[in-house]
C-alpha cells in the first residue's frame, strides 16, 4: 500500500545489512588479520561480525520469517561490551557474534538501543576481549579514515581507506535521525553497518552506519560516545521500542513509521502496537511526511520521560493510546460509522449518493497562519488558504473544492458541489453546545435529514460529528466535525461537502488526518465565537405558530416587489425577495430587523470574494414552540441583491 523512500531498500534495514549499497568499485579493499585466535575468547579481535534472525513484517513483502541479517560491531570493553547499529540488532529474535576467521558463534544479547541515533550496545558471552578506544579529537576535513567490518556477511574481516569530506551532514534517514554525520569516502556495503571508522592512531572516529550515491556515512564519535555511555547502563535513549522505518506513498500521500518488529517489553509493546501498524501522529502531530524518522524523534526527544499520545493505522482501523494511558483503542469509529450510514443511508433517508468518481492522489494543505492542516483530495484545486474576516475579526480557514465559487453557492442551495470548509472559533463553552448552536443555524439542519451525532476523544483531539443526508431532496451528504485540542479554547469546525460516495471517502480521510495547532493563532485575535455571545432579550417577542406566520412576521427587505421564489423542506420555508437596495442598506436591515424581531443565540457569518460579497444572521426564536430563521442577502458583482429569509421550525430535545 506504501512505498518506502529514502536511501535503502527496507529489507536490507530489517536484515541488518548496511544501509544502502556502495557504489565504489575504485576503493582500496585489502584482507586484514585479526589477531591469532588460539580458541580462548581471551584472543579474539576487536571487531566482530554479528550475524542475527527473526521474523518481521515490511510495508512491500508483508511477514518475512526467521529473517537472517549480518553487520558489524567493535569491543569497548574487556567484558565484552560492544557497539552496533541499532538496525543491525532491531527486532532480532536471537543475536550471535564471530570473530575473524573463527567458526564457532558467541552468543550476545542486546543491553540497550537507541532507535533515532540508530546505535546499540551488544554484551557478548565471556570476557577478556581487546576493546578499541574512542577518539580524542573530532574528525575534520580530510582526515584520512579506514572503514573496517564484515561487508555482504563476508567472514573475514575487510578494510577500506579514505578521507573524511564532511563532518556535520544531515543524518534523518528513513530509519533514524541522527544529529549528523559524517561523510567519507571509504567503502562501505551492506554488512559493514556498525562497524568503526578509525583514524591513522587506530581510534574510533565514527560508527558507519549508510552508503548512498552522495557518498558513505559515520555517526561521529562526538555524537556516538556519550549516547553508548547511557546505553551500557542498560537504559534505552530515544526509543519506543519498535523497529521501525518512515514510510510515504507520494501519489496518496498517505505517510507514517512503519512498524516492522516490537521489542518484547517495551513501552510500544505495553501500548499494544503490532508489526504492520503504521505510527500517523504523535501528540498530534503528523510524522513521515519527508519519508524519514525526522518527526517521529524529535517528539520522542521533546517529549522524554513525559506522556506520549500516539495514533495508529491497523488495516482500515484507526487506533489511539498513550504511553501512560494503556493500550491503544479504535477512534473516530462514530466518524467512520456515520460515513458508512451516509453511504448506505437508512430508509428515512430517500436517496442513497452515487459512487462518483475514488480519489487516488492527495495534498497536504495547511492555511496561511499554520494553525490548520488537512489532506485533501489534489482534483480539488481551487483552494484558499487566506484568513477570513467574521465580524470584523480575521480568522484562519481553508476552503478547497472543484470551483469555490460554485461550492459557495451550492452550500445551502443544491448541495451539488464538492469540497470542504474549516474555519477556528474561540469560545471556553463546550464544544458539543457550541456546534449544536452552529449546526442549528445552518441550512442544512433544515434542507437535510440529520442522522446519529457522535463523539470521539482521542487523549489529543475531542470533539463531536455529524451528516447531514438526503439535503434539498438530493442524495447529497454534508458531513460536520467540531474540534478541540486539549483544553484549548480554540476549537475548529470543518464542513465537508459529498455529493458522491467518493467524496464520503474523502471526508474520512480528511477526518482522520487533520492537524489543529492552535498555538499557531497566539499572535492573531480571534475572540470569543458567536456560541457564547449574549442573546439578544426576546420579552417582546410576537407568538408564532408555524414557519409561515414568522416568515411574515420577519417581513421584506427596503426596496423590493415582493417574493419571487419560495422554497419548502421538511419543517423549514425559505422566501427569496430581489431589492434594488445596496447591499450595505439591506445588511443594516437586517441587523435592525433581528433586534426588532427577537433573537437569541444569534450566529452572523459574512464573506466579500472576487467581487461576490454575502452577509447573513441566524437567530433561535422561541414561544413555547421553537422556531429559528435566518436572513441573508447575496450581491454578485454588479448585480442587483437577493435577500432570503428561512424559518424553521424543531424539536426541543
Not at 564532511?166 to 554525520?181: H, N, Y
Not at 466518524?335 to 458508512?340: F, G, K, Q, R, Y
Amino acid at each position: 500500500m506504501r512505498n518506502v523512500i529514502g536511501v535503502v531498500a527496507a529489507v536490507a534495514v530489517i536484515s541488518a545489512g548496511c544501509a544502502g549499497p556502495s557504489d565504489s568499485t575504485n576503493d582500496s579493499v585489502v584482507a586484514v588479520s585479526a589477531p591469532a585466535v588460539t580458541g580462548a575468547v581471551s584472543d579474539a579481535g576487536s571487531v566482530v561480525r554479528v550475524v542475527t534472525k527473526g521474523t518481521f513484517v515490511t510495508p512491500d513483502f508483508g511477514q518475512l520469517d526467521s529473517v537472517a541479517g549480518s553487520g558489524s560491531a567493535f569491543i569497548i570493553d574487556e567484558s565484552g561490551l560492544a557497539v552496533t547499529n541499532n538496525h543491525v540488532v532491531a527486532g532480532a529474535a536471537s543475536v550471535e557474534v564471530f570473530m575473524d576467521g573463527v567458526d564457532d558463534p558467541i552468543a550476545a544479547v542486546v543491553v540497550a538501543r537507541s532507535e533515532c541515533s540508530d546505535l546499540a550496545v551488544i554484551d557478548l558471552a565471556g570476557d577478556g576481549y581487546r576493546p578499541l578506544a574512542w577518539a580524542t579529537d573530532p574528525a575534520s576535513v580530510g582526515l584520512q579514515v579506514s572503514a573496517v567490518g564484515y561487508p555482504q556477511g563476508n567472514p573475514e574481516l575487510i578494510v577500506t581507506d579514505g578521507i573524511v569530506s564532511r563532518v556535520d551532514d544531515d543524518g534523518a534517514t528513513p530509519w533514524a535521525a541522527i544529529p549528523s554525520l559524517l561523510r567519507h569516502d571509504a567503502g562501505l556495503q551492506p554488512g559493514n553497518s556498525g562497524g568503526p571508522l578509525l583514524n591513522a592512531n587506530g581510534a574510533v572516529v565514527g560508527v558507519n552506519v549508510a552508503a548512498s550515491d552522495s557518498g558513505r556515512y559515520a555517526i561521529p564519535a562526538t555524537t556516538a560516545e556519550a549516547i553508548v555511555d547511557e546505553l551500557r547502563t542498560g537504559v534505552d535513549v530515544e526509543s519506543l521500542g519498535v523497529n521501525a522505518v518512515a514510510v510515504l506513498d507520494e501519489l496518496t500521500n498517505d505517510s507514517g513509521v512503519w512498524v516492522v518488529s516490537v521489542e518484547p517489553g517495551s513501552e510500544a509493546a505495553a501500548l499494544g502496537l503490532q508489526a504492520g501498524d503504521t505510527i500517523t501522529r504523535m501528540n498530534g502531530v503528523r510524522i513521515g511526511r519527508d519519508a524519514t524518522m525526522a518527526d517521529y524523534c524529535a517528539i520522542l526527544r521533546t517529549t522524554g520521560d513525559k506522556e506520549l499520545l500516539i495514533e495508529v493505522t491497523r488495516g482500515d482501523d484507526l487506533l489511539a493510546g498513550s504511553t501512560r494511558g494503556g493500550e491503544l483503542e479504535p477512534v473516530l469509529v462514530a466518524i467512520d460509522e456515520m460515513v458508512a450510514v451516509a453511504a448506505d443511508p437508512p430508509p428515512v433517508v430517500e436517496m442513497a449518493p452515487p459512487p462518483g468518481i475514488p480519489y487516488t492522489a492527495f495534498d497536504t494543505v495547511t492555511d496561511v497562519t499554520g494553525t490548520i492542516s488537512l489532506d485533501i483530495p489534489t482534483a480539488w484545486s481551487d483552494r484558499d488558504v487566506e484568513m477570513v474576516s467574521i465580524i470584523d475579526v480575521n480568522r484562519a480557514t481553508i476552503r478547497a473544492g472543484f470551483d469555490l465559487a460554485a461550492l459557495d453557492i451550492a452550500a445551502g442551495t443544491t448541495y451539488d458541489q464538492a469540497g470542504v470548509a474549516a474555519i477556528v472559533y474561540n469560545t471556553e463553552a463546550d464544544i458539543a453546545e457550541a456546534f449544536d448552536v452552529i449546526t442549528k443555524n445552518s441550512p442544512w439542519m433544515y434542507d437535510c435529514t440529520p442522522l446519529e451525532r457522535g463523539t470521539f476523544d482521542d487523549a489529543v483531539y475531542s470533539g463531536v460529528s455529524q451528516a447531514f443526508a438526503d439535503c434539498a431532496g438530493t442524495p447529497s451528504t454534508v458531513f460536520s466535525v467540531a474540534l478541540r485540542r486539549g483544553s484549548d479554547t480554540h476549537w475548529m469546525l470543518m464542513n465537508i461537502f459529498a455529493p458522491t460516495v467518493a467524496d464520503l471517502d474523502a471526508a474520512l480521510r480528511i477526518a482522520a488526518t487533520y492537524e489543529f495547532n492552535p498555538e499557531a493563532l497566539a499572535s492573531v485575535a480571534v475572540p470569543v465565537a458567536p456560541a457564547v455571545e449574549a442573546a439578544v432579550p426576546v420579552e417582546s417577542a410576537v407568538v408564532v405558530a408555524s414557519v409561515e406566520e414568522l416568515i411574515a412576521l420577519v417581513g421584506q427587505p427596503p426596496m423590493s416587489a415582493g417574493a419571487t421564489t419560495q422554497d419548502r423542506y421538511q419543517r423549514s420555508l425559505t422566501v427569496a425577495y430581489p431589492s434594488t437596495a445596496t447591499h450595505e442598506e439591506i445588511q443594516a436591515w437586517i441587523d435592525t430587523r433581528t433586534n426588532e424581531v427577537g433573537c437569541t443565540d444569534p450566529f452572523t457569518s459574512q464573506s466579500n470574494a472576487d467581487g461576490n460579497r454575502y452577509y447573513a444572521v441566524s437567530c433561535d426564536y422561541q414561544d413555547g414552540r421553537s422556531f429559528s430563521y435566518s436572513l441573508r442577502v447575496f450581491t454578485f458583482g454588479d448585480s442587483a441583491s437577493m435577500f432570503e429569509v428561512t424559518a424553521s421550525e424543531w424539536e426541543d430535545e
